[in-house]
């Protein structure tokens, strides 16, 4: 494989890899809500844990795009997202933002009726297009995901495989 081709690919699979991470502890996170007031504890946990691999999978889906758009040829070759997700991507991302810095907020403020509707509300927008957004991926991301803890891309430390765990890791002390 090429260069180029090993950028595209690994980039794809660090991407799926940490979609699947935070399916998981995303799946935690909504699980805690059924019972927020004896598993906030948890809930704030969870959250901070998810901060870098969710700033890492924002990050790995913003190279895409921006290597897209400038025209990488390898990055061209591989296609573009499909329509919808071009679109709902950005709106995805901010409302990410919006959910984790109420979320954040109210941590440092404590309770406080506005973040918490501001949070409750970012929620239940965030997690309508995030379902779409997972329907969209889980198939190719599921396969990609495991992919690279059978067939490293490359030797040595720098691995998709390695910086999804090291952002794991950080999660863990963060939270």
Known sequence: MMNGQRRVESNAR????LGMLLLILLAVEGFTILGIQRMLPL????????????????????????????????????????????LL???????????????????????DPLWVLAHKASFVAWFGLMTIHVLGHLNRAQSLAWVDWRHPLTAGRLTPRNVMVASFILGLALG
Not at 14 to 17: D, N, R, S, W
Not at 90 to 104: A, C, E, W, Y
């Open 43 to 86: 809930h704030i946990f969870v959250g901070f844990l998810v901060v870098p691999p969710l700033l890492l999978k924002m990050g790995s889906t913003t190279y895409r795009f921006v290597r897209y758009y400038t025209r990488d040829a390898d990055f061209r070759a591989a296609g573009p997202p499909a329509w919808a997700h071009r």
């Open 14 to 17: 660090l991407t799926a890899q």
């Open 89 to 111: 991507g950005p709106v995805l991302i901010f409302l990410t933002m919006v959910l984790m810095v109420t979320g954040i907020g109210l941590w440092l403020i404590g309770y």
